[in-house]
T-cell receptor, first 112, second 115 residues
Framework: DQQVKQNSPSLSVQEGRISILNCDYT??????FLWYKKYPAEGPTFLIS?????DKNEDGRFTVFLNKSAKHLSLHIVPSQPGDSAVYFC???????????FGKGITLSVRP | GAGVSQSPRYKVAKRGQDVALRCDPI?????LFWYQQALGQGPEFLTY????????KSGLPSDRFFAERPEGSVSTLKIQRTQQEDSAVYLC?????????????FGPGTRLTVL
């Protein structure tokens, strides 16, 4: 039972355009959400996070939006750069402990 | 500064062998996590330590899996009598405190292949 779902396995965008990566969750106890970026043969690297008390968090080119009623969040990358090409994981946790529940990931390709 | 390191980076084992995977967290980090990532999947939680105390081992798939962190720093994940389904990347992560919102810093992982 996937509690965090990333339904699109891949996304391809043109350099300079916006990348929108989506994530859905089913566990209403989740109250903190994170995005990780992963290059081949490396561990995931933290990118940006959002608490459930907010609906938007921005850090440079990266913005995460949270829609609690829809149990949906999205990561926007503007403008997209070729170096952004990687696998992006959505993750969430609850107040009970710190373990993260991850989605399957989405492979982003940014074309020059 | 030094990040989380894991060794070995790659391990090939014959079915039935025991393996030991090592994690060196970031110095001073209180929390340490182990995750298992199968091919094409996201990381899945295995176990969690706060200092030397193993507070959650609910994700360990069987009693063949054992983890320890005896001095609250380096951790070892041991898999006894390895099976083919154990083939995966094993990721270690550490974070500064026990707080639930602390960012987790991941190591590069150990890729285990069981033949």
């Amino acid at each position: 039972d996937q509690q965090v779902k990333q339904n699109s396995p891949s996304l391809s965008v043109q350099e300079g355009r916006i990348s929108i990566l989506n994530c859905d969750y089913t566990n209403s106890m989740f109250d903190y959400f994170l995005w990780y970026k992963k290059y081949p043969a490396e561990g995931p690297t933290f990118l940006i996070s959002i608490s459930s008390i907010k609906d938007k968090n921005e850090d440079g080119r990266f913005t995460v939006f949270l829609n609690k009623s829809a149990k949906h969040l999205s990561l926007h990358i503007v403008p997209s750069q070729p170096g952004d090409s990687a696998v992006y994981f959505c993750a969430a946790n609850t107040g009970a402990n710190s373990k993260l529940t991850f989605g399957k990931g989405i492979t982003l390709s940014v074309r020059p | 500064g030094a990040g989380v390191s894991q060794s070995p980076r790659y391990k090939v084992a014959k079915r039935g062998q025991d393996v030991a995977l090592r994690c060196d967290p970031i110095s001073g980090h209180v929390s340490l996590f182990w995750y298992q990532q199968a091919l094409g999947q996201g990381p899945e939680f295995l176990t969690y330590f706060q200092n030397e105390a193993q507070l959650d081992k609910s994700g360990l798939p069987s009693d063949r899996f054992f983890a320890e962190r005896p001095e609250g720093s380096v951790s070892t994940l041991k898999i006894q009598r390895t099976q083919q389904e154990d083939s995966a990347v094993y990721l270690c992560a550490s974070s500064p405190g026990g707080g639930r919102n602390n960012e987790q810093f991941f190591g590069p992982g150990t890729r285990l292949t069981v033949l």
